[in-house]
């Protein structure tokens, strides 16, 4: 009984600090709401990065204690949206694909929840069974969303099978809007 007690209370304290975490994660971000940040794509390089030649924008649309919309332009494409979710199972990242209309794509809302290791500065996401069934390519990605410790540089983070497979980084010292 008195193990299962420590068991209990251990647990207990290890997803309270695991939501502080994230908590203060989601926090940090809340403080560039309303601005908008230019990025560059730094992998794949050349002709193999499927953005060459094109503005990468993010706008921190929509912020909240619990929730944090951010809009990612590519050129003039405005389809995507991250979004990032804290609730009862914890933080939660989906990339929210649009037509120019407004309708959900049918290839949207990917992503997945934070995994423990993640910190207030740097969050990983693997892939969920929703994923995993929309793409079954994606099943083994990794996203992963890094603030630099002067909290100046945001880095958005792929990997699959534990490859890197896309990297982007914003500047958050030059604000496009406020």
């Not at 695991?18 to 794949?44: D, M, Y």
């Not at 809009?71 to 494409?77: C, I, K, L, T």
């Not at 880095?155 to 699959?160: A, T």
């Not at 497979?165 to 406020?178: G, Q, S």
Request: glycine fraction near 6%.
């Amino acid at each position: 009984m008195r193990i299962l007690l420590i068991f209990l209370l251990s647990f207990s304290f290890t997803e309270a600090l695991t939501q502080s975490v994230e908590r203060e994660f989601l926090s940090n971000l809340n403080k560039f709401c309303k601005q908008s940040f230019s990025g560059t794509a730094v992998f794949p390089e050349g002709d193999k990065n499927p953005f060459a030649g094109q503005a990468l924008t993010i706008h921190f649309a929509a912020c909240s204690e619990n929730e944090v919309r951010i809009p990612f332009q590519v050129g003039e494409d405005k389809s995507r949206t991250w979004v990032l979710t804290l609730n009862e199972n914890g933080l939660l990242f989906k990339h929210d694909h649009r037509h120019d209309d407004g309708t959900p794509d049918e290839i949207t809302m990917y992503g997945g929840y934070a995994s423990s290791k993640g910190n207030t500065l740097e969050q990983f996401f693997p892939a969920d069974e929703y994923t995993a069934k929309l793409i079954p390519a994606a099943a083994t990605n990794e996203w992963t969303l890094a603030l630099s410790a002067d909290k100046k540089m945001l880095s958005y983070i792929l990997k699959r099978d534990g490859q890197l497979r896309f990297h982007a980084t914003f500047d958050l010292t030059k604000p496009l809007t406020k």
